[in-house]
């Protein structure tokens, strides 16, 4: 099935809307992952044969996870990773901690029991006492369970502390959808953004997120680095990623694609799909302009506003839900310090206010997809 | 010091550890305990076929924990008591009157499906008519609700029971902790089942507590606490019973912790070889299948033939593929409808 779904995507033409579209191609298979398995069955073949891990000449989303990890564990012995499954055979649910535990070791790469409030108390605890701990929720929707750790301590201890104390902990967890309904597919990053204290991130390419996750683990305050399964397999996204790369700031959004009529910003497994409405918008003439907010708190709104200064029309696009998201946040940032630029009111994309449904046809009626960009887009044109 | 029970945990045996006539039980009642248990296999097993055939997004089993699942629901009362199960838990479906074509119509999503109108992945099950609560997909949750359930049973004079179940990975949640704690300080007739079935995906049990014995647990939470032999569905009857009837006179809950074993990999994408051998699971797919366990105990007590156990298979089989023909063909939802069921109707 997951070999299907490869081949129709390298029929694919090589440009980004293609990426986009693979990405939905893909979604049957993660479905099944994200519902607390293991691997999907091509990596676990791919796990078996290779018994030397090199490492890979371009990367897919998963192995710039995977990498990051591993370089800065190799280069800081106070790096640890714990949780669920990231010491399996098959190098944890979805491969991202693969090869880890036979070169680190069981001391370094733990399991955890399915005990989600002491994988993020622990981390804190572990961290305030000289540790770098990278605390791993199998996904998004589990870190709920943790929440008083992560939102009551982790944000808190530094200020509580008078600032004696902080917490270099990194959270990752994995945010997805498909056919994983209602309480396994929330994409829940707006909840952490609202608290002071933490750092919040969701890169949308495989060498930002490597980038980004050096640089979270590397950094002082608690990180909530945020993964999409969506994109996790996706070969048209791969890249090459040195091992010399220096860390990506975590403090700075970026323009992903140029252009002039409108902005569109995004992130996470939403910028595949922006950039892919972007280039079918072109062929209509409409140029825009998609500026990744990999970066949520602080929020880094200059590039995106640059833009607005320039386009005068803004589409924020996002998988949350439209009320009170993180969608909301942006949309409001921008209102606040580009009003005098604006020449239509800002369109936001975003999740139908539903539960999210098990049933295919359910669900990709409720999640946002090119189209919905598209339209959005010509909207605020018009 | 006060001890938890065990029953069937001293030796291995072909059969069962527990007369059915000692318990109360008649050769017709140990006929419809194998009959659910065969209908409930044959429907694990095709499910997963179907899964194969890629006409279903996913699939996950409870294959090797019928007699745990079965000899439980068979000592309560379907129609009156309330059920929370997990994932795995075909078998307490089947046994509290959900149909195969029920649990059809939610394997391939479709409009009718009685557990959410296609709403809940598979395996995540509901049923109004039968009281059976619908759950949430991260795992344990569904315990402190049973302490809820049975508490308003209790508060408004009734003496309906809650069963919940759980995995013995389930059991590190804090949600256990408290949920039977809750439950034992306000006397909630809950029935707290953990299906132990040794793994949690690839983490093996002493990898994720240090004691041997969940049940061990219930004597910090002040309940009985009990260890039973989970593939022999007649003792899993017994210890049931025997919590229900103290329940029923407002004694409170009971932790039953039922030694079981899942003879396939954790879901349908999970390869089990990384991490268990195979003559375990063999073990566990040929004298210690919980069937094979209960065949052998009709054979050798001379409730039925051979013929008629294959009888009763053939029929479970042809049952279960009728129900999956006619599911496939039901109509699915339309897009519109996934803006439904939001807020309660007034
Ligand atoms: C809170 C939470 N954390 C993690 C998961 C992912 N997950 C799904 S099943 C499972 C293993 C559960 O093991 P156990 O409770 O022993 O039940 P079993 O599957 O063995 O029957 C895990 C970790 C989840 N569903 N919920
Ligand atoms: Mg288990």
Not at chain 1, 159 to 183: C, D, I, K, L
Not at chain 1, 335 to 364: M, W
Not at chain 2, 43 to 49: K, N, T, W
Not at chain 2, 204 to 213: F, L, N, R, T
């Given at each position: 099935m997951a070999e299907e779904q490869e081949k129709v995507a390298e029929a694919e033409a090589e440009d980004v809307s293609a990426a986009a579209e693979a990405d939905q191609e893909a979604l049957p298979q993660e479905a099944q992952e994200a519902?607390?398995?293991?691997?999907p069955e091509a990596e676990q073949a791919e796990a078996v044969q290779t018994e030397q891990r090199e490492r890979p000449n371009k990367m897919r989303m998963v192995d710039a996870i995977n990498w990051a990890m591993i370089d800065e564990m190799r280069a800081d012995e106070d790096v640890f990773l714990m949780g669920?499954?990231?010491?399996?055979?098959?190098?944890?649910t979805y491969g991202a901690s693969r090869g880890m535990l036979e070169e680190f070791g069981e001391r370094r790469i733990r399991n955890t029991p399915i005990s989600e409030m002491v994988i993020g108390g622990a981390a804190v605890g572990a961290a305030m006492n000289g540790l770098k701990p990278i605390a791993e929720y199998m996904t998004a929707n589990f870190a709920m369970l943790g929440m008083d750790a992560i939102v009551n301590h982790a944000a808190k201890i530094y200020s509580m502390f008078g600032g004696q104390f902080n917490v270099p902990v990194t959270y990752r967890m994995a945010a997805t959808w498909s056919q994983n309904s209602a309480t396994h597919?929330?994409?829940?990053?707006g909840w952490f953004a609202h608290v002071p204290g933490l750092k919040v991130v969701y890169p949308g390419t495989p060498k930002d997120a490597y980038g980004m996750l050096r640089a979270a683990i590397q950094d002082p305050d608690p990180v909530i680095f945020y993964e999409s399964i969506n994109l996790?397999?996706?070969?048209?996204?791969a890249e090459e990623i040195p091992a010399d790369m220096a860390p990506i700031p975590l403090d700075r959004n970026v323009v992903k694609r140029e252009g002039s009529d409108v902005t569109i910003l995004t992130y996470g497994r939403m910028l595949s799909v922006c950039l892919g409405a972007a280039a079918k918008l072109e062929k209509e003439g409409i140029s825009a302009e998609v500026v990744d907010?990999?970066?949520?708190?602080?929020?880094?709104?200059e590039p995106a506003l640059a833009s607005f200064k320039k386009t005068y029309r803004a589409v924020v696009a996002t998988d949350?839900?439209?009320?009170?998201?993180m969608g909301a946040e942006l949309a409001a940032s921008l209102y606040e310090h580009g009003f005098d630029y604006l020449d239509a009111p800002i369109e936001r994309v975003a999740q139908?206010?539903?539960?999210?449904?098990?049933?295919r046809t359910l669900e990709l009626s409720a999640f946002p997809d090119e189209e919905d960009v598209i339209n959005a887009v010509k909207k605020v044109i018009r | 010091m006060i001890e938890i029970e065990r029953v069937g945990m001293d030796e291995v045996v072909?059969?069962?550890?527990?007369n059915h006539e000692a318990v109360g039980l008649t050769r017709e009642d140990v006929l419809e305990l194998f009959r659910l248990m065969v209908l409930t296999r044959r429907l694990d097993e095709r499910s997963e076929q179907v899964q194969r055939q890629g006409k279903t997004a996913f699939y996950i089993s409870g294959r090797g924990q019928e007699a745990t699942q079965i000899g439980c629901a068979y000592a309560m009362e379907p129609g009156k008591d309330w059920f929370l199960p997990y994932y795995r838990d075909f078998g307490i479906m089947l046994a509290v009157g959900a149909t195969p074509r029920d649990l059809a119509l939610a394997l391939f999503a479709?409009?009718?499906?009685?557990?959410?109108g296609a709403r809940q992945?598979?395996?995540?099950f509901g049923h109004r008519d039968y009281n059976v609560f619908t759950s949430s997909s991260?795992?344990?949750?569904?315990i402190p609700q049973a302490a809820g359930i049975a508490y308003a049973s209790k508060l408004r004079g009734e003496d309906a029971v809650c069963y919940v179940a759980f995995g013995e990975g389930g059991s590190s949640k804090g949600d256990f902790h408290e949920g039977l704690n809750f439950a034992a300080i306000w006397k909630?007739?809950?029935?707290?089942?953990?299906?132990?079935?040794?793994?949690a995906i690839s983490v093996g049990q002493e990898k994720q507590m240090?004691?041997?014995?969940?049940?061990?647990r219930a004597i910090g939470y002040g309940m009985p606490g009990v260890v039973v032999d989970g593939q022999d569905v007649l003792a899993v009857y017994k210890v049931t019973k025997e919590a229900v009837d103290r329940a029923r006179r407002g004694e409170g809950p009971t932790l039953i912790e039922a030694k079981t074993?899942?003879?396939?990999?954790?879901?349908?994408?999970?390869?089990?070889r990384l991490y268990r051998t195979r003559e375990e699971v063999d073990t566990y797919r040929t004298s210690q299948d919980p069937i094979v366990r209960l065949r052998t105990y009709i054979l050798e007590n001379e409730l039925a033939t051979d013929e008629e156990l294959d009888h009763i298979d053939k029929e479970a089989l042809a049952h279960v593929d009728e129900a999956l023909d006619w599911a496939e063909q039901q109509p699915d939802p339309v897009a519109?409808?996934?803006?439904?069921?939001v807020f309660a109707e007034a």
């Amino acid at each position: 099935m997951a070999e299907e779904q490869e081949k129709v995507a390298e029929a694919e033409a090589e440009d980004v809307s293609a990426a986009a579209e693979a990405d939905q191609e893909a979604l049957p298979q993660e479905a099944q992952e994200a519902s607390g398995e293991s691997a999907p069955e091509a990596e676990q073949a791919e796990a078996v044969q290779t018994e030397q891990r090199e490492r890979p000449n371009k990367m897919r989303m998963v192995d710039a996870i995977n990498w990051a990890m591993i370089d800065e564990m190799r280069a800081d012995e106070d790096v640890f990773l714990m949780g669920e499954e990231v010491a399996g055979g098959s190098g944890g649910t979805y491969g991202a901690s693969r090869g880890m535990l036979e070169e680190f070791g069981e001391r370094r790469i733990r399991n955890t029991p399915i005990s989600e409030m002491v994988i993020g108390g622990a981390a804190v605890g572990a961290a305030m006492n000289g540790l770098k701990p990278i605390a791993e929720y199998m996904t998004a929707n589990f870190a709920m369970l943790g929440m008083d750790a992560i939102v009551n301590h982790a944000a808190k201890i530094y200020s509580m502390f008078g600032g004696q104390f902080n917490v270099p902990v990194t959270y990752r967890m994995a945010a997805t959808w498909s056919q994983n309904s209602a309480t396994h597919s929330q994409t829940i990053e707006g909840w952490f953004a609202h608290v002071p204290g933490l750092k919040v991130v969701y890169p949308g390419t495989p060498k930002d997120a490597y980038g980004m996750l050096r640089a979270a683990i590397q950094d002082p305050d608690p990180v909530i680095f945020y993964e999409s399964i969506n994109l996790y397999y996706n070969r048209r996204l791969a890249e090459e990623i040195p091992a010399d790369m220096a860390p990506i700031p975590l403090d700075r959004n970026v323009v992903k694609r140029e252009g002039s009529d409108v902005t569109i910003l995004t992130y996470g497994r939403m910028l595949s799909v922006c950039l892919g409405a972007a280039a079918k918008l072109e062929k209509e003439g409409i140029s825009a302009e998609v500026v990744d907010m990999r970066v949520l708190r602080p929020l880094d709104l200059e590039p995106a506003l640059a833009s607005f200064k320039k386009t005068y029309r803004a589409v924020v696009a996002t998988d949350d839900w439209r009320s009170v998201g993180m969608g909301a946040e942006l949309a409001a940032s921008l209102y606040e310090h580009g009003f005098d630029y604006l020449d239509a009111p800002i369109e936001r994309v975003a999740q139908k206010e539903v539960p999210t449904p098990y049933n295919r046809t359910l669900e990709l009626s409720a999640f946002p997809d090119e189209e919905d960009v598209i339209n959005a887009v010509k909207k605020v044109i018009r | 010091m006060i001890e938890i029970e065990r029953v069937g945990m001293d030796e291995v045996v072909a059969g069962s550890h527990v007369n059915h006539e000692a318990v109360g039980l008649t050769r017709e009642d140990v006929l419809e305990l194998f009959r659910l248990m065969v209908l409930t296999r044959r429907l694990d097993e095709r499910s997963e076929q179907v899964q194969r055939q890629g006409k279903t997004a996913f699939y996950i089993s409870g294959r090797g924990q019928e007699a745990t699942q079965i000899g439980c629901a068979y000592a309560m009362e379907p129609g009156k008591d309330w059920f929370l199960p997990y994932y795995r838990d075909f078998g307490i479906m089947l046994a509290v009157g959900a149909t195969p074509r029920d649990l059809a119509l939610a394997l391939f999503a479709k409009k009718d499906d009685p557990a959410s109108g296609a709403r809940q992945m598979p395996a995540h099950f509901g049923h109004r008519d039968y009281n059976v609560f619908t759950s949430s997909s991260p795992v344990s949750t569904q315990i402190p609700q049973a302490a809820g359930i049975a508490y308003a049973s209790k508060l408004r004079g009734e003496d309906a029971v809650c069963y919940v179940a759980f995995g013995e990975g389930g059991s590190s949640k804090g949600d256990f902790h408290e949920g039977l704690n809750f439950a034992a300080i306000w006397k909630s007739p809950v029935i707290f089942l953990c299906q132990n079935n040794r793994y949690a995906i690839s983490v093996g049990q002493e990898k994720q507590m240090a004691v041997e014995d969940v049940a061990s647990r219930a004597i910090g939470y002040g309940m009985p606490g009990v260890v039973v032999d989970g593939q022999d569905v007649l003792a899993v009857y017994k210890v049931t019973k025997e919590a229900v009837d103290r329940a029923r006179r407002g004694e409170g809950p009971t932790l039953i912790e039922a030694k079981t074993y899942r003879i396939v990999p954790h879901s349908s994408d999970d390869d089990d070889r990384l991490y268990r051998t195979r003559e375990e699971v063999d073990t566990y797919r040929t004298s210690q299948d919980p069937i094979v366990r209960l065949r052998t105990y009709i054979l050798e007590n001379e409730l039925a033939t051979d013929e008629e156990l294959d009888h009763i298979d053939k029929e479970a089989l042809a049952h279960v593929d009728e129900a999956l023909d006619w599911a496939e063909q039901q109509p699915d939802p339309v897009a519109e409808e996934a803006a439904l069921y939001v807020f309660a109707e007034a």
